[in-house]
């Protein structure tokens, strides 16, 4: 039986160590992003390559070429549905960020607002457990709720984000887009086909910063 020599090892760790460096600079040249949402993620009543998920997708790659927006979008999701869905695409794409587009369908419908947080936490922790970070997107609903309610769900998102040191983008950001004129459809609830390349440029702004932390 041969014996193995010490530059055998070296060698043979050598060539680990090499991989290892290949396959962890390929991991952070080809990012991939999963955005679990409802129906504006899905770009309900706008076509898809007008989407603001193809949009954000075309302006990162001009940073990053071959990163990758798995648009996981379903009309009417909550976040029950989310946090079911969640931990398949996980296994399925491997993502290195997770952006959370939910809550909005689960506020309009009155869910209790520790149900909502319970399936927040139950994503963000499955996306963390896998080594991905997470982008929360915050939510408000209509004070004629009730104020309590509405309050109570707009602030469970930034408390979540400190909590879990995740990144978060506060819903004020994407209300001064719905609140100009022509920029929601004929129902009031979802963003226009000219509201796209402004939702895209408001999520591609934290999404961007991540991206020049991962390189640094």
Do not use: C
Not at 101 to 112: I, K, S, V, Y
């Amino acid at each position: 039986m041969l014996r193995s020599t010490p530059l055998i090892k070296l060698g043979f760790l050598i060539g680990l160590l090499l991989n290892l460096a290949v396959f962890a600079s390929s991991s952070r040249a080809e990012p991939t992003i999963v955005v679990v949402g409802d129906s504006i993620s899905a770009g309900f009543g706008v076509p898809l390559q007008q989407g603001w998920l193809h949009l954000l997708e075309q302006r990162l790659q001009q940073q990053v070429p071959k990163l990758k927006v798995v648009n996981a979008g379903v009309s009417g999701d909550t976040t029950s549905g989310g946090a079911n869905r969640l931990p398949d695409l996980i296994e399925t794409y491997s993502p290195e960020l997770v952006v959370i587009e939910l809550g909005g369908n689960d506020g309009l419908r009155g869910t209790p607002v520790k149900l909502i947080q319970r399936n927040l936490i139950s994503m963000i922790e499955a996306a963390q457990n896998s080594g991905a970070d997470v982008l929360l997107v915050g939510m408000q609903i209509p004070p004629n709720y009730g104020q309590r309610y509405a309050e109570s769900l707009s602030q469970l998102y930034p408390t979540l984000a400190q909590q879990y040191n995740t990144m978060l983008l506060p819903f004020e950001r994407l209300a001064t887009i719905s609140t100009a004129p022509g920029m929601m459809q004929d129902d009031g609830i979802h963003p226009s086909a000219a509201a796209q390349p402004l939702l895209a440029d408001v999520l591609a702004q934290p999404i961007e910063d991540w991206l020049t932390s991962r390189s640094n």
